[in-house]
């Protein structure tokens, strides 16, 4: 999916769109008025270049320096997204009424966001799998000084456009994209999500814990073909054969509950 849509990304809204390794912000405003002046490639924003591991943006576009107001909702104390002041300036240029992100996560970016353009944001959508997050996004989005309409909603940005209908986002009326795909520092920090090879846990895995696949069925039940696609089409791991004969091979004689010994296993 972040594949597709950084191809999609890129060549739909060019210079209204910040892309960093798997974050995306989209200024669906300003790529719509460069549209409608015939100029969709004109750069009303500094775009970003960035190489495929850069955190930072280029010298030739300046972001906005971290002051105190880019750092709203107590930012400071929870977590500050690494990339957050180049995601305000992506938006900054225009007027933000409908907003959606479709990976909330402890809403860092989206706090920031709403207060930013608090005098003009109707609607706001969040959208995350991950329960534990929206239960503190929400909390934290409640703190911050907006008048928007804030909705958060379960489930997976695949099914942005479904939950945008669902609470009556009219369609070509939002403003504001934001997808930040992967992992977060909660989940890697937290043993017991099993997503970690630093701390020893159960092998779960799973960013929506109401899902019903865990990575300890998939190591211990999949077939070794299977095992070798997953790790060879979504982890691009060249060793995807001889890593999935080990995990076959060891689950023989004892089958896997943890993450260190899955760990150990493909240490081999």
Known sequence: KA???ATVFRATFCSTCFQSVGLFAINVRAYKSNAHSGSRRKHTLCPPRLDKFSKVSSPECTPHATAPELLPCGLPELHKPVL??????????STMEVFIDGTLGLG?????VLEAHNETM?????????????ELASKRLQSCKHNAKVELLHGNFGDLQRHATKIGVQEGTVDGILLDIGTSSMQL?????????????PLDMRMDTSAPLTAADIVNTWSEDDISKVLWEFGE???S???????????????FETT????EVLMG
Do not use: C, Y
């Open 241 to 255: 054969r001889l890593l999935a004969r080990r995990i076959v091979e060891a689950r023989a004689a004892r089958p």
């Open 3 to 5: 594949q597709l849509l």
């Open 189 to 201: 920090d937290e043993a017991g999500r099993g997503f970690s090879f630093m701390r020893d846990g």
């Open 108 to 112: 860092g970016h989206s706090s920031a």
């Open 260 to 263: 260190l010994q899955l760990g």
């Open 84 to 93: 957050l002041n180049e995601v305000l300036t992506t938006f900054k240029p």
């Open 122 to 134: 109707k609607t706001f959508l969040g959208i995350d799998q991950d329960t534990k997050a929206l």
């Open 237 to 239: 791991e060249r060793r």
